[in-house]
């Protein structure tokens, strides 16, 4: 079946520590999206991609860094810069163009220990 | 101006109210428009696409206002597991240009 992928469910890092998510779709969809949610909050946009080896900055960029190296992959890499990782961290794809909805993943819960 | 706009509630309703959102969206340009619901702690699920003519499913309407930009959910006779945060999409036309998700508008349904 195709999907969106994310790895892990669950994420508990150090303070100082750079961490990656994963989030790999198998929809052939060209664009894909990181949000973080915080609890009680909206959905923040952290970085996009509308195709491979590009993307851009979001609203929340700051401290996060993201690769598209091929277009069923886009990792988010939490750095040690990001000052306040703990939060839900979710992935979106879509294709480009057309009426079609956007696929989410079920989530990464990020924890800062 | 925010792209996509909504108000963030929650909205209390009593069980077996009407209760409607808006979301109003700033790119003139826009085509295509979704509602989500998003459960606690879990990714936000596709609940309905809104057409240029509305769309019913059940208790739940959605319309589309391009005049004044804007999209609303009606949500008939409210069941207690309605109760989640309702996001609304906008896609805008053609090309590599970035959906856009608002914020959400959380819905309590009371006893």
């Known amino acids: 079946d195709g999907g969106i992928t994310q790895s892990p469910k669950y994420l508990f890092r150090k303070e100082g520590q750079n961490v990656t998510l994963s989030c790999e779709q198998n929809l052939n969809h060209d664009a894909m999206y990181w949000y973080r949610q915080d609890p009680g909050q909206g959905l923040r946009l952290i970085y996009y991609s509308q195709i491979v080896n590009d993307f851009q900055k979001g609203d929340i960029a700051e401290g996060y860094s993201v690769s598209r190296e091929k277009k069923e992959s886009f990792p988010l890499t939490v750095t040690s810069a990001q000052k306040n990782p703990t939060a839900f961290y979710l992935c979106?794809?879509?294709?480009?163009?057309?009426?079609?909805?956007?696929?989410f993943g079920q989530g990464t819960r990020l924890t800062v220990v | 101006r925010k792209e996509v706009e909504q108000d963030p509630g929650p909205f209390n309703v009593p069980e077996g109210a009407t209760v409607a959102f808006n979301c109003t969206y700033s790119n003139s340009a826009s085509q295509s428009f979704f509602w989500y619901r998003q459960d606690c702690r879990k990714e936000p699920k596709l609940l309905m696409s809104?057409?240029?003519s509305g769309n019913e499913d059940g208790r739940f309407t959605a319309q589309l206002n391009r005049a004044s930009q804007y999209i609303s959910l009606l949500i008939r006779d409210s069941k207690l597991s309605d109760s989640a945060t309702y996001l609304c999409v906008v896609r805008p036309s053609g090309g590599y240009q970035k959906v856009t998700f608002g914020t959400g508008t959380k819905l309590q349904v009371i006893p």
């Open positions: 809104v057409y240029s």
């Open positions: 979106a794809s879509t294709m480009t163009g057309g009426n079609t909805e956007a696929f």
